[in-house]
């Protein structure tokens, strides 16, 4: 058997595996958001169920009974719980990045971003992106700073297991989900979750470990740091579960250890459920297994839990970050203060973010529950009906506008800075119209002078406009939103029981009306949530146009100094232009997706490409979007490093030394054959000069349309020249005739100083000889070398030089599968073969990009700015 026989099935297993994975990446950042949606219904429907004798009124009054001790040992428990979790990050990065980072610095991360994402969610777009952005500022690459998430998740998830074990074992006759099995077996599986732990902690002793999984790999703590770290998550999720224990009323009887088992199992569900904070799913939870229904005080207690440890921890950390926000535009501050700032910076985009999408809940619930009577009273002696009437609606899209409005903060748009201090302005106005409701007021006035503190955090102006900067959402994004309209609107419900529903309703308009201008609010949030689901579907897949600008006047000479001929690019008319401020360089480059795709490397003198290239990215992130070099070469990858960006090798580019061609050899013998042969079937060939082009371009648009329906296929672009008179029009071309007509062209693109020549276009008539394309290409070398230029670029040879190895990345491994077993569909192999009978320099050709999943989301983007869609690419 052969050695590529043997190895067959483990390639193909790689290929299933990568198949599996590539479809989950497509997949699964719908289907988890999805599930969690499908979570946060059930979860409303459980506490319909158990809440249904239960009234709004009387949940308030039991919060006003609350004992001040209560309050204050939640207060202290909170304290305790954030301790615990800022030793999280602390042994996380002593692990990964030992000495990197203060440990001051580490700690206030870790709590800072667990107060930010436990408020608002999204746990990978707040607490993770801010990690990644402190960490990255302290000079922590991204796959390290990729392990200090990971090793802190690790250490809450064996938390999560400490603390169900041991309540299995402890209290195992009660335990949801366990109580139908014999306490027997629940103490069985309880200590075999504790053996488990302790065995991976005796396991850590033996020296350094690392946990791997395909190409990520993860170095874990010590047997001490893990120690640490799981003492602190148990003491974390302890604290936490305390400052609900101690709040619960004396009539919730359970002991501490099932109460522990319970509220663990909630945190989990809440993480599942992809709601902000878990709401929703983890009350349910806990009102489902505690047997708390039609409880007020018990659901009392699990809204001031709420406001103590999710709420107030937010605050302190906004106030904490806006003093030294403040302190850092301060000319007489220390040094060491202004560095604080700029390290704490990052931290102010999900904060803002936070502080506008609990801005919109606060009005959301405010608009389905009742206005207080005395209030509206004094409120008709001073403000029409309709106009309180109006308010009242208006609130309800302020509330969904600022649930939007909140993802362009965390994406540092200074669009959502504007729009969201417009809605806060609103929302404070509309608040006072429709009730009098000046706490609401109040709040959101505090919370947009703290955006107008943090004005220099917004900065990025897409250019997409509304639809890709403000109103773009991600799946996750809308789920959360569409969680906290359907909890706003049950909550309506809920406070309205008693009311005898009719279509009335709808049209009964009274200062006393609150049931119908719920109603009416919530039918227009549900509305907008609806559209903005629409808008999100329909977009994320529709095709992007790429928005181009004229050629700028300094663009032709720049091109005409430009020793790559691929400068030529920038007259297909499909691009737009970063130029250098002494317009002595540029970058081209198109927006796809997500992405702003530069075309090659900055195109000008050395000493102005490294600031070309900076400014680039700097623009692509004033953009919101990845920032993507597509055909570079080696010795620019030092620079695009630098950036923070990964390369993908796409292939190599066969280059000819045209210094001492010739047709001579047996390796060219096809060439010298195919030039002899048209030579004498009267084809000649000639270099029609620019100038003179306007008068033979009617015959080639008739060559190229032709050799187009030959090859049943369409025109490219932005890498690949496509027929256009008016870009033909910069260049000679060199055409084939047969008794006076032509029948093969190619337009010629010449570097500066004679340092290469290729070509672009290669058509020809369907009538043809077979071998024109052969004779173009023999007469054009001999052309090059008679008119003295160095190289002839033959162009890529696509994912050719790509190592097969099991120690290389899934990239190259992949593209190396491919350019084996492809050959049947793509001619791989056939085209590098072709140009190799050239004897050419091979050099290496990259795609510059960002990490992780931001890589697939690249080259998709690049697919389809060049196809014009990402199915064009695997078209025969």
Request: glycine share 8%; aromatic share 10%.
């Amino acid at each position: 058997m052969s050695a590529s026989a043997e190895n067959a099935p483990s390639e193909m297993a790689e290929v299933e595996s990568g198949m599996i994975g590539r479809l989950w990446a497509r997949v699964g950042h719908i289907a988890l958001p999805l599930a969690g949606l499908v979570i946060a219904a059930i979860a409303i429907g459980v506490l319909d169920r158990f809440l249904k004798d239960v009234t709004y009124d009387q949940v308030r009054e039991a919060i006003i009974r609350l004992p001040a001790s209560d309050l204050l040992l939640a207060f202290c428990f909170t304290l305790l719980s954030f301790a615990a979790v800022a030793v999280y990050d602390l042994v996380a990065v002593e692990t990964v990045a030992p000495k990197r980072v203060s440990k001051v610095l580490s700690a206030s991360v870790g709590a800072a971003g667990y107060a930010i994402s436990n408020a608002l969610g999204f746990a990978i777009l707040t607490g993770g992106a801010l990690r990644y952005r402190v960490y990255a500022n302290e000079g922590i690459d991204l796959p390290d700073v990729g392990r200090i998430i990971g090793t802190s998740w690790l250490a809450i998830w064996f938390a999560f297991a400490v603390l169900i074990g041991a309540g299995l074992v402890i209290d195992p006759a009660d335990a949801p989900l366990f109580d139908r099995l014999p306490p027997s077996v629940d103490v069985a599986i309880g200590i075999a979750i504790l053996a488990t732990v302790a065995l991976f902690l005796v396991w850590l002793r033996g020296g350094e470990r690392v946990a791997g999984w395909g190409k990520f790999s993860l170095r874990l703590p010590s047997s001490r740091g893990a120690a640490l770290q799981l003492l602190a998550g148990v003491v974390d999720m302890a604290a936490a579960a305390s400052v609900l224990y101690v709040l619960l009323p004396d009539s919730v009887q359970i002991g501490p250890a099932l109460f522990m088992l319970v509220y663990t199992v909630a945190i989990i569900v809440g993480i599942a459920s992809h709601a902000p904070g878990g709401l929703g799913a983890f009350e349910a939870t806990l009102v489902g297994s505690l047997g708390l229904g039609n409880n007020p005080e018990a659901l009392a207690a699990l809204l001031v839990y709420r406001l103590i440890y999710t709420i107030l921890p937010f605050v302190i950390a906004t106030l904490g970050v806006l003093a030294f926000e403040v302190a850092g535009h301060r000319s007489h501050v220390s040094k060491r203060v202004k560095s604080i700032a700029r390290v704490i910076e990052p931290l102010v985009p999900p904060l803002s973010a936070g502080l506008t999408f609990l801005g919109g809940a606060v009005l959301m619930i405010s608009g389905v529950t009742p206005g207080h009577e005395a209030r509206l009273d004094t409120l008709s002696d001073f403000v029409p009906l309709p106009f309180v009437e109006l308010s009242h609606l208006a609130a309800s899209v302020v509330a969904v506008a600022m649930l939007v409005v909140a993802r362009g903060l965390a994406r540092r748009l200074e669009t959502a800075w504007w729009v969201a201090l417009g809605l806060f302005g609103l929302g404070a106005l509309f608040s006072l119209l429709k009730g009098l409701d000046w706490e609401e007021a109040v709040i959101l006035g505090l919370s947009s002078a703290v955006l107008i503190a943090f004005r220099t955090s917004f900065y990025r102006r897409p250019t997409r406009g509304w639809g890709g900067g403000v109103s773009s959402l991600s799946i996750g994004w809308l789920v959360g939103l569409s969680s906290i309209v359907l909890l706003s609107v049950w909550l309506g419900f809920v406070a309205y029981r008693d009311v005898d529903y009719s279509n009335q309703l709808w049209w009964e308009f009274a200062f006393e009306a609150d049931a119908p201008r719920f109603l009416r609010f919530a039918l227009v949030a549900l509305l907008l949530t609806v559209g903005l689901a629409l808008n999100t579907l329909i977009h994320r897949w529709g095709p992007v146009q790429p928005e181009n600008a004229p050629i700028p006047n300094a663009v032709p000479a720049i091109v005409a100094n430009a020793p790559q001929t691929e400068a030529a690019l920038a007259f297909l008319g499909d691009k737009q232009f970063l130029l250098s401020p002494d317009k002595r360089g540029f970058v081209m480059y198109a927006r796809s997706g997500g992405s702003l795709i530069a075309m090659g490397e900055p195109i000008g003198p050395a000493d102005v490409v490294r600031d070309l290239g900076w400014a680039f990215r700097d623009l692509a992130d004033r953009q919101a979007a990845r920032t993507v070099f597509y055909e570079v070469g080696p010795e620019s990858l030092p620079l695009f490093l630098d950036m923070g960006l990964v390369a993908l090798k796409l292939g190599e580019v066969a280059r000819v030394d045209l210094t001492n061609f010739t047709l001579e050899g047996p390796r060219r013998q096809p060439f010298r054959y195919a030039a002899r042969k048209t030579e004498k079937d009267g084809v000649t060939f000639e270099v029609v000069p620019a100038a003179a082009i306007e008068a033979i371009l009617p015959e080639l648009r008739a060559v190229s349309d032709a050799w187009l329906d030959l090859k049943q296929g369409r025109e490219k672009g932005f890498s690949l020249g496509f027929f256009d008179e008016e870009f033909m029009r910069h260049f000679d071309t060199a055409v084939m005739k047969q008794n006076g007509r032509i029948v093969a062209f190619a337009n010629l693109w010449r570097g500066a100083n004679k340092h290469e020549l290729s070509v672009d276009l290669m058509r020809h008539a369907p009538d043809a000889p077979k071998i024109i394309m052969d004779a173009l290409f023999a007469r054009l070398m001999m052309y090059g070398h008679e008119e003295g230029y160095r190289w002839f670029n033959l162009g890529a040879a696509p994912l050719s030089g790509l190592v097969d190895n099991r120690l290389a990345s899934c990239w190259n491994r992949f593209g190396a599968f491919l350019y084996r077993r492809g050959q049947n569909l793509y001619r791989f192999d056939g085209l590098k073969a072709f140009k190799e009978k050239f004897d050419p320099v091979w050099t290496p050709h990259y795609l510059v990009c960002p990490p992780g999943l931001d890589t697939v989301r690249s080259l998709i983007d690049v697919t389809q700015l060049i196809s014009g869609s990402p199915l064009e690419f695997i078209r025969k």
